[in-house]
């Protein structure tokens, strides 16, 4: 794996005997305390409405078309979503902080084009379409200020706490790689390397979850999002 040090303690809700030495566990951090999900609106094919969540836990994905990381992995996410998406756990993909005025048909073709047709299209409708990307980004960086940034998984109960924090898409190393091996990636490495949602720790990770083995998971069937 491409490791990139990120400041913050571990979440504590992902401290759990199925997520040990899970590497996509291991990149989710701990939010800043107090965290919530910002009541705002959002677009959809349908209109414009108050985002709420569903009963259980929610893996909201903060992305963006500039974003190249993003882009990257919402196939692998769609795949995930398919397979283990229910009612005790679900992927909700949001678009945040266009640099361009954006409609709903349009962020479907873009979630098509990358493999992640299977979401329906979302788009942050606070403020000047950037709410979500202001009050749940700004995280610490190894070097520098505090900054904004996405990509951006958050796991969020369904009265709106943030349990846990994930940035940049976790790639996996490029093949031929050995474990350990001390190594430089350039673009041309990465590009056709897949993320680590498609690994057996992504499977395990979105399986834990399904299963309600990470608190606020545990639900009745309900439906997805209202």
């Known amino acids: 794996q491409v490791r990139f040090k990120m400041p913050g303690e571990p979440a504590k809700a992902l401290d ?3 997520l040990r030495g899970n590497r996509l566990a291991m990149g989710f951090r701990e939010p800043p305390a107090g965290m919530r999900l910002p009541k705002t609106s959002v677009e959809r094919r349908e209109g414009v409405a108050p985002l709420k969540l569903a009963p259980g836990l929610t893996m909201v994905s903060l ?3 500039w974003c190249a990381p993003c882009l990257r992995e919402l196939g692998d996410l769609a795949r995930l979503q398919a397979r283990f998406g229910g009612a ?3 992927i909700l993909p949001i678009l945040t902080a266009p640099r361009r005025a ?3 048909a349009e962020a479907g073709a873009i979630l098509a084009k990358h493999g992640g047709g299977l979401f329906a299209p979302l788009i942050d409708r606070g403020g000047d379409s950037n709410a979500l990307f202001q009050a749940l980004t700004l995280h610490e960086m190894p070097e520098g200020p505090a900054r904004p940034g996405l990509p951006c998984n958050l796991l969020v109960t369904a009265d709106g706490r943030v349990l846990a924090r994930q940035f940049g898409a976790p790639i996996q190393a490029p093949a031929g ?3 350990g091996e001390p190594r430089k990636y350039t673009a041309e490495d990465l590009a056709g390397a897949p993320t680590l949602w ?3 720790d992504g499977e395990a990770f979105i399986g834990a979850l399904a ?3 990470v608190g606020g998971s545990a639900s009745r069937p309900s439906r997805l999002v209202s």
């Open 16 to 18: 759990i005997p199925a």
């Open 63 to 65: 992305w963006a078309p």
């Open 88 to 90: 005790r756990f679900r």
């Open 102 to 104: 954006t409609t709903a």
């Open 177 to 179: 790689t050995r474990p």
């Open 198 to 200: 498609a690994s057996p």
């Open 211 to 213: 299963r309600g083995e």
